[in-house]
């Protein structure tokens, strides 16, 4: 997924890119101008690809954390820790793929659009519940993972 997020990250940096060109040659007579819309399409694109990169942050414990107090505490604290911090993180993810699910309902339901290329708003719920969900599913693997952790039959993932 995360693969797929740079993917779109690359598309929508050559539309821009192509839509400034557009507009410096529509100016000097050359072109037919910039890309309609595309402030719609980039702010779906770059919410999309945040989400795409989440699931790939989650299974490497690429999150922000504290780590102050890590070295003073023994092994079998931090294991526990790990998972506390994983089940926080599952619960979030879970809470976040939730309201983007009712946010797309409603969206799809009353019909509304980008203000110019009227692109239905529900599309950039959608793609951005992609990513939750693959959130949802890594972040329950780590879970899993911790738990395997804390029981001693998997390493401590830093």
Same mark, same amino acid.
């Given at each position: 997924m995360?693969?797929?997020?740079?993917?779109?990250?690359l +598309?929508?940096?050559? !539309?821009?890119? #192509?839509s400034? $060109?557009?507009?410096?040659?529509?100016? &000097?007579? %050359?072109?037919?101008?910039?890309?309609?819309?595309?402030?719609?399409?980039?702010e779906?694109?770059?919410?999309a690809?945040?989400?795409?990169?989440?699931p790939?942050?989650?299974?490497?414990?690429?999150?922000?954390?504290?780590?102050?107090?890590?070295?003073?505490?023994p092994?079998? +604290?931090n294991r526990? !820790?790990?998972? #506390?911090i994983? $089940?926080a993180?599952?619960?979030?993810a &879970?809470? %976040?793929a939730?309201?983007?699910?009712?946010?797309?309902l409603?969206?799809?339901?009353?019909?509304?659009?980008t203000?110019?290329?009227?692109?239905?708003?529900?599309?950039?719920?959608?793609a951005?519940?992609?990513?939750?969900?693959?959130f949802?599913?890594?972040?329950?693997?780590? +879970?899993?993972?911790? !738990?395997?952790g804390?029981?001693?039959?998997e390493?401590v993932?830093?």
């Open positions: 995360a693969l797929a997020g740079g993917l779109l990250l +598309v929508i940096i050559v !539309l821009t890119c #192509v400034i $060109i557009g507009r410096a040659l529509f100016s &000097s007579g %050359i072109c037919c101008g910039p890309i309609r819309g595309i402030y719609d399409y980039t779906i694109a770059v919410g690809a945040i989400f795409a990169f989440l790939w942050c989650q299974y490497q414990a690429g999150h922000a954390a504290v780590d102050l107090f890590k070295p003073a505490f092994d079998g +604290v526990l !820790l790990n998972l #506390v994983d $089940i993180m599952l619960v979030l &879970s809470l %976040i939730h309201r983007l699910w009712l946010g797309m409603d969206k799809e339901r009353f019909g509304e659009t203000l110019i290329a009227q692109v239905p708003v529900w599309i950039g719920y959608a951005c519940l992609v990513g939750a969900v693959g949802v599913l890594v972040a329950a693997f780590c +879970v899993l993972r911790a !738990l395997r804390l029981i001693g039959l390493p993932v830093e």
